[in-house]
């Protein structure tokens, strides 16, 4: 019997807690996209505040940076959404390419993990990217009190990243 195919081996617990830690971050980012299109009022405001700036303590030093078109804050709001969707399909897919080969070679499920891996990194970029960069620095977000997602974002990113990090390991 192989090493990976013992069911009490580290192999396989490897591979079984691969699958679950995948499966989080993919049921994670499901839900997001789930709640910023059932919701979408709730997280609207949320983006026209955060992208307007109007919270934050007004610098005019950064407040050229401000989005106040609603338009354009609609299209940044659906490129969040469009983002989201993407990584959640992309986690549930490589998700799916674990599991088909759960039971293979070491290298054919180090190879299957190519995917996986990269949906990781890009749900963990949405969060460091898009909300601490993009929305906590260039938008000034760290200033606002009542619409300051960093520490969520942060959140994320750290589970997001230990998640790739998990993944990537080789058994």
């Known amino acids: 019997m192989r090493a990976h ?7 396989g617990l490897q591979r ?7 499966g989080g971050i993919a049921l994670h980012m499901t839900l997001a996209v789930l709640g910023n299109i059932t919701d979408y009022g709730t997280n609207w405001q949320f983006v026209q505040h955060v992208l307007s700036m109007d919270t934050t303590f007004k610098s005019p030093a950064l407040m050229w940076r401000a989005v106040t078109d609603p338009t354009l804050q609609s299209l940044a709001y659906l490129a969040i959404i469009a983002a989201e969707l993407l990584a959640a399909a992309l986690l549930w897919a490589g998700w799916l390419r674990l599991w088909r080969a759960r039971r293979g070679e070491t290298e054919a499920f180090q190879a299957a993990k190519g995917l996986a891996l990269f949906a990781l990194a890009w749900a963990f970029s949405i969060w460091v990217a898009g909300f601490i960069a993009v929305g906590g620095e260039w938008f ?12 969520g974002a942060t959140r994320f990113a750290t589970v997001t990243g230990f998640a790739l990090l998990f993944v990537a390991l080789r058994e």
Do not use: C, F, P
């Not at 079984?16 to 995948?22: D, I, K, P, S, T």
């Not at 000034?140 to 520490?151: E, H, L, P, R, T």
């Open 5 to 11: 195919e013992m069911s009490g081996g580290r192999a």
């Open 140 to 151: 000034a977000m760290w200033q606002s009190a009542s619409w300051n997602g960093q520490d």
């Open 16 to 22: 079984w807690a691969a699958l679950l830690v995948l």
